[in-house]
């Protein structure tokens, strides 16, 4: 596994997820979904030792060194330039519109293991660990939505999902 993978991020137009674009078109948001589900496969969580996170694509972090991101062509357009030269270093792996095909999460993941060094093994809950991401990024939606605070002990929760992924890997 490759060590210095640390994170992997999508980025979101507008402000974290309350600006999540609820009235985008179908094509923009089965480009959201398909990187953020793709972001979900256990080898990546394991190599990063912690589930996916989310960013405004306008205020991306300084550093992403060691970083997988995900950047939807809604998103592309907030983005700074510098981030792109980032992984044109080699320092960040950097995937947007086109280098994927937006709608199809399980290739945009076969993409991603291949970017990063990651084998591609065939991963018997591939489809468990993309609904498990699916279901975290619903329950984050809904509780914004209806103005409650998330209950769920975030860190705990990454560390049953890595220890989830490792035990998968490891058969």
């Not at 009235?23 to 080898?43: C, D, I, M, R």
């Not at 993309?130 to 409650?148: E, K, S």
């Amino acid at each position: 596994m490759p060590s210095d993978l640390k994170s992997c991020l999508l980025l979101l137009p507008g402000y974290e997820l309350d600006g999540y674009p609820r009235h985008a078109t179908t094509q923009q948001a089965s480009e959201l979904l398909a990187g953020w589900v793709s972001l979900w496969h256990p080898q990546l969580l394991a190599a990063c030792r912690s589930v996916p996170h989310w960013q405004q694509s306008e205020h991306a972090p300084d550093d992403l060194s060691g970083c997988l991101v995900i950047a939807p062509s809604c998103s592309v357009a907030d983005l700074d330039t510098r981030y792109r030269s980032s992984s044109e270093e080699g320092e960040s792996w950097f995937v947007s519109e086109p280098d994927w095909s937006p709608t199809d999460w399980r290739q945009l993941q076969d993409r991603l293991l291949e970017a990063t060094g990651l084998p591609p093994t065939p991963t018997p809950l591939r489809e468990t660990f993309a609904a498990l991401g699916y279901a975290y990024l619903q329950i984050q939606l809904m509780t914004r939505q209806l103005r409650y605070t998330s209950n769920l002990d975030q860190l705990m929760f990454s560390d049953q999902a890595v220890d989830a992924a490792e035990q998968t890997l490891g058969g």
